[in-house]
């Protein structure tokens, strides 16, 4: 396994390059009602670095673009989303094209994904 130190370090890398579609969904779910919903971005969790992590409800996003759709890419996070799961996380998935093409339907899938349906109440 590969150690703390070298995890957090890959972590802030990536942090520090964000793709485009990263840097849309992190500006929208800063805009989510507070209660529950810190989210952090490149989080490492195990031996894995996520995109999104919300540790309040233990959900993770995940953003994926075209090379996902390559079967060793497609293998691998299989494995990994099982790993997480096993761990007890629920790990959600968008494709870029669902950020860039309908962010509110997104936004809305998180928010049941954090709150148990759209019209739930958030308290403050």
Request: proline share 4%; aromatic share 8%; with cysteine.
């Amino acid at each position: 396994m590969v150690s703390t130190a070298i995890r957090r370090a890959v972590a802030k890398r990536l942090r520090a390059n964000t793709t485009p579609h990263e840097r849309i969904l992190w500006r929208a779910l800063k805009e989510l009602p507070v209660d529950g919903t810190h989210f952090r971005r490149q989080a490492p969790i195990g031996p894995y670095i996520v995109d999104f992590f919300c540790p309040a409800k233990r959900l993770i996003i995940e953003i994926d673009g075209g090379h996902h759709n390559d079967d060793e890419t497609a293998k691998h996070d299989q494995e990994r989303q099982l790993w997480l799961e096993k761990e007890g996380y629920r790990v959600i998935r968008f494709w870029n094209s669902e950020i860039t093409g309908d962010l509110m339907a997104v936004l809305e899938r998180v928010y049941v994904e954090l709150y148990g349906s759209r019209d739930a109440e958030v308290r403050r």
